[in-house]
């Protein structure tokens, strides 16, 4: 695992309205240190998932530059969007073969099922999965690949509560067991603080960095609700501009 420095001077699109083009994100500069999980934490439409796109090199049509060590590179990408994008005339363990290169073994798709809870579905088609299963098979394909760093965007979006808790918990017991460095996006502030070691906040578009914040409660208390809503209204109450972020 390697450092990564992302520094975007400026992105735009051209406007849909008027002349010119709507700037996304400008001055944004955020350092992602190996093993780190960081929580991103902005408005709606801020640019977020551009920021992701970028990352990983799916976005190209920007001024700045990326740095993976010391060198200018795009990093090697796990990406688990909001759509788990599994192809359906495959199985949950071909799904994720798909993402092997020719020198891993599929035997080590065995564990990452174990962990996931998956063992006994891995020969079913995804039109058999539930949500949250589907979800599961597409953080297992992500950390498949070994990447350099995670992109999770908004993963446990539209997943019920008791299901979404679950799918969290295995993916830190999964996280823990093969540390990556992870920079995940989401509404919801109360997953950010039970899931990240630095919450970042970002502002409305043009979209930069305006606060990052360390998570202080140790991660065997992550689990006590009552921690994370102590937390989540400190940070409201010392930083009010982040309740209009939300």
């Known amino acids: 695992m390697t450092d990564i420095q ?23 500069e955020l350092a992602l240190k190996s093993g780190e ?31 993976v060590g010391r060198q200018q590179a795009h ?4 990406y688990i969007f909001q759509n788990p994008r599994l192809l359906p005339w495959r199985t949950v363990r071909e799904n994720i073969e798909l993402v092997l290169d020719n020198e891993q073994s599929p035997d080590l798709i065995d564990p990452l099922l174990e962990v ?3 063992t006994a579905a891995q020969h079913v088609y995804p039109e058999r999965l539930s949500l949250g299963m589907s979800r599961r098979v597409s953080i297992i394909r992500a950390f498949a690949v070994d ?20 799918v969290r918990e295995l993916l830190l017991k999964l ?22 070691d630095r919450l970042v906040f970002l502002s409305a578009a043009p979209m930069t960095v305006i606060s990052e914040i360390i998570v202080p409660i140790p991660r065997a208390e992550r689990r006590d609700e009552h ?20």
């Open 6 to 28: 992302i520094h975007i001077a400026r992105k735009t699109y051209p406007a849909r309205e008027r002349a010119g083009h709507h700037i996304a994100i400008e001055g944004l």
């Open 37 to 67: 999980f960081v929580c991103l934490v902005g408005p709606s439409g801020c640019g977020k998932t551009t920021l992701l796109n970028i990352i990983a090199d799916l976005d190209n049509d920007y001024e700045g530059e990326i740095l």
């Open 75 to 78: 990093p090697k990408i796990g």
């Open 116 to 118: 996931m809870q998956l």
């Open 147 to 166: 990447p350099d760093v995670l992109l999770m965007d908004e993963p446990f979006v539209s997943l019920d509560a008791p299901t979404a808790r679950q």
């Open 175 to 196: 996280w823990q067991q093969r540390p990556h460095t992870v920079l995940f996006v989401t509404h919801d502030l109360r997953e950010a603080i039970a899931l990240a």
């Open 227 to 246: 921690a994370i809503e102590a937390f989540r209204q400190q940070l409201i109450n010392d930083y009010p501009a982040i309740k209009q972020l939300l």
